[in-house]
């Protein structure tokens, strides 16, 4: 789930990797003569003493890293070899990195680096690391160090990047399936039990947290379906408590698991006024003190109601954007239009440009109110699941929106 940073931030971090690079040139070189010459036609044969594992490293402080991260080790002593096959490499600093984000055509790909190197990250993000050896021939070995030194060639490495179905966690049972075929079985009897996408993700995070609420309110219905077994690997814990509890020809396919870091697991903390659930309550209160006054002198405040519907209808829009026309596959069927009406900016423009108005107003807000009910019941159907951290929101709109009904009639 997450990527590399090729310069830590911290002045002495800057100087322990460059030390460190100075260090690790001869090593890199002697892996790349090694591997370089030879993989150009075909990967070397591994040795008797060869493993290959799985890394599952813990969480970040970074959004890309809330998740963790999972990657694939392989070593031999006999051959020097010890690298990383990391499918979850990507570039902030790439062309139309952003715009490709919003599009759902994010590139990620596959890296490989010396383990020490990988390593050196998480060491310096005090962030854990296990590994999960895997028990396997060694002609299996060698037909997975094939498949990744295939995937590490430049017209090969790239691919379709999707936050809950394709990325570098739930790789790692795709390639075990499609290298051992129908061999491999996962066992789900470890869940308690089988999770949607969204509960899935909402473990990971703060529910009042600015990214929680976003990712609720830009994921559509579509991720409340539950995932299966195999589906839940796309958070790297997952696959971990996954690979524990899989066999190949029903043998377990773990043969032990050690860990290589050993740090605290590093946990959220928010500060309560920084967070949406307050500014949504401040909102509240501030929007209900002014309906207040603005009842009680008979008028309405065109500035704070242009601000409600220039906000909610970009947001609207954005989302309706997100559903029908980009490639995001956990997007589309986002019932959170029902309350961020796309509509709300024309009538932002009536709001701006007329003193009066207009007699179908009152209809179009007897609809929105309608809309945001049609929601509320969604909800309790779980059709989609939104963020309670709307509630104090969705009251701000209806308060103002009955108001200007009444307004509007008298």
């Known amino acids: 789930?997450?990527?590399?940073?090729?310069?830590?931030?911290?002045?002495?971090?800057?100087?322990?990797?460059?030390?460190?690079?100075?260090?690790?040139?001869?090593?890199?070189?002697?892996?790349?003569?090694?591997?370089g010459g030879?993989?150009?036609?075909?990967?070397?044969?591994?040795?008797?003493?060869?493993q290959i594992s799985v890394l599952t490293c813990s969480k970040g402080d970074e959004l890309y890293s809330l998740f963790g991260h999972t990657a694939f080790r392989v070593q031999d002593t006999v051959l020097g070899i010890d690298v990383v096959y990391n499918y979850g490499t990507f570039d902030f600093n790439r062309p139309n990195f952003y715009l490709n984000f919003v599009k759902g055509r994010l590139i990620f790909w596959i890296s490989r680096r010396s383990f020490d190197h990988f390593l050196f990250e998480y060491e310096l993000e005090k962030r854990w690391v296990k590994?999960?050896?895997?028990?396997?021939?060694?002609?299996?070995?060698?037909?997975?160090?094939?498949?990744?030194?295939?995937?590490?060639?430049?017209?090969?490495?790239?691919?379709?990047?999707?936050?809950?179905?394709?990325?570098?966690?739930?790789?790692?049972g795709t390639i075990l399936k499609d290298q051992f075929g129908d061999a491999i079985v996962f066992d789900g009897s470890y869940l308690d039990q089988q999770y949607t996408f969204r509960q899935l993700v909402r473990q990971n995070l703060d529910l009042n947290s600015w990214s929680s609420f976003g990712i609720d309110v830009a994921f559509g219905s579509v991720v409340d379906r539950k995932a299966t077994v195999q589906e839940h690997m796309f958070l790297p814990y997952y696959?971990?408590?996954?690979?524990r509890h899989t066999s190949k020809n029903e043998k377990p396919l773990v043969k032990r698991e050690r860990t290589i870091l050993d740090y605290a697991e590093i946990k959220q903390s928010s500060f309560f006024p920084l967070t949406p659930l307050f500014w949504f309550i401040l909102l509240l209160l501030f929007t209900a003190i002014v309906t207040y006054l603005d009842h009680k002198h008979g008028t309405r405040s065109r500035w704070l109601d242009l601000t409600l519907f220039v906000v909610t209808g970009f947001?609207?829009?954005?989302?309706?954007?997100?559903?029908?026309?980009?490639?995001?596959?956990?997007?589309?069927?986002?019932?959170?239009?029902?309350?961020?009406?796309?509509?709300?900016?024309?009538?932002?423009?009536?709001?701006?440009?007329?003193?009066?108005?207009?007699?179908?107003?009152?209809?179009?807000?007897?609809?929105?109110?309608?809309?945001?009910?049609?929601?509320?019941?969604?909800?309790?159907?779980?059709?989609?699941?939104?963020?309670?951290?709307?509630?104090?929101?969705?009251?701000?709109?209806?308060?103002?929106?009955?108001?200007?009904?009444?307004?509007?009639?008298?």
């Open 1 to 35: 789930m997450s990527g590399f940073k090729d310069t830590p931030s911290h002045i002495y971090s800057d100087i322990c990797w460059r030390f460190y690079q100075m260090r690790q040139s001869l090593f890199l070189l002697a892996l790349l003569l090694l591997l």
């Open 38 to 50: 030879r993989l150009c036609a075909q990967a070397p044969s591994l040795s008797e003493k060869s």
């Open 131 to 172: 590994e999960q050896i895997l028990d396997l021939s060694l002609e299996e070995k060698n037909q997975l160090l094939n498949f990744f030194e295939t995937n590490y060639l430049p017209e090969n490495r790239e691919y379709l990047y999707d936050p809950l179905l394709n990325n570098c966690s739930n790789i790692t």
């Open 239 to 243: 696959a971990m408590k996954q690979l």
């Open 315 to 410: 947001i609207g829009l954005f989302l309706m954007v997100l559903w029908l026309a980009t490639d995001h596959t956990s997007t589309p069927w986002n019932f959170n239009v029902l309350w961020a009406l796309p509509t709300n900016l024309f009538m932002a423009y009536v709001f701006a440009f007329s003193q009066q108005l207009p007699h179908w107003f009152q209809k179009y807000l007897w609809i929105a109110l309608s809309l945001m009910g049609i929601m509320i019941l969604l909800w309790i159907f779980n059709v989609q699941i939104f963020s309670p951290v709307l509630i104090p929101l969705l009251l701000t709109l209806a308060m103002r929106y009955g108001y200007l009904m009444k307004f509007a009639k008298g």
